[in-house]
């Protein structure tokens, strides 16, 4: 089973590496791009075959390594 995990920072938490994503497009000449938020994304695949489980799993390996739960949002889809 595969499954994708998309990590991203609170609303509020200020995010320096987006700020300079966003600062380095428009001296590329990319105008009219807004506010840019970096975040990561991660490519699971996993022998479970209980979806339900699977997705437990996931929730808790975000919980305790993947996501700073403090300071990110994390969501799971399971394809």
Do not use: W
Request: aromatic share 4%; with cysteine; net charge negative.
């Amino acid at each position: 089973m595969k499954a994708r995990i998309t990590v991203t920072l609170k609303n509020g938490v200020l995010d320096p590496q987006g700020k300079a994503i966003e600062h380095a497009l428009s001296g590329l000449g990319f105008d009219g791009v807004g506010q840019v938020r970096q975040g990561k994304v991660f490519d699971v695949e996993l022998a479970e075959t209980d979806t339900a489980k699977a997705e437990a799993d996931l929730k808790a390996m975000c919980d305790k390594l993947l996501a700073n739960t403090v300071i990110e949002n994390y969501a799971v889809e399971i394809a």
